[in-house]
C-alpha cells in the first residue's frame, strides 16, 4: 500500500493478486517504483519460489524481472541495465542467467550447473510433487527425498 506520511492514510494499494509480497528490496522516489520478491506470482509454479518484480507507485506497469521455474537471487550490473539471475530448486541444480531491467527478458543462458557428479555416487535428486488436499481443490506442494540404494521393488 502506498501510506501518506504525513497522516498514516492509505493513499492506494499497489500490487494485488493472488501472490504474495515477500520483501521490499527498494523504493525509488523519483520513478515511483517498489522493487520487491514475490512468491506465486507464477500460477503454474510452486507457491513458495521467490521471484523478483517492479511496480509504479499506482500499481500499474508491473515487470517480472524473473520467470524460470525455481527459487531466484540476482545482481545487478554496474549500470543498472543487466541482472544476472541464479535460479534453482530442488531437483535443479543453479542455472545463471542473464536478463533485462527494462522488461525482464532473458538475454542468455550463462551458465547451468548439472548433477553428474552427484548421480554418479548413487545419489538421486528429490523428486517435486503436487497433491491435492482434503477439499479436493487446494494444491499441496511437497518434495521425496530418496534413500541411498532405494529399491521400489521392496
Known sequence: YLI???NGQIKSQIT??????????????????VWFRASGIYPHQDPYYVHFARVDFDG?????LTASDGTH?????????????????????????????????????LERSDAQEFAAAGRRLPTRFVAK?????????????WPLGFDPSQ
Open 133 to 145: 488436499a482434503r477439499d479436493g481443490k487446494t494444491d499441496i506442494f511437497g518434495i521425496v527425498h
Open 4 to 6: 501518506d506520511s504525513h
Open 16 to 33: 494485488s493478486g493472488a501472490w504474495a509480497v515477500r520483501g521490499v528490496d527498494r523504493v525509488d522516489v523519483d520513478k515511483r517504483q
Open 73 to 109: 537471487q540476482i545482481e545487478y550490473s554496474p549500470n543498472g541495465e543487466f541482472l544476472i539471475d541464479k535460479w534453482s530448486r530442488v531437483d535443479c541444480p543453479p542455472v545463471h542467467e542473464l536478463r533485462r531491467v527494462s522488461d525482464g527478458s532473458l538475454v542468455c543462458e
Open 60 to 64: 500499474s506497469n508491473l515487470v517480472l
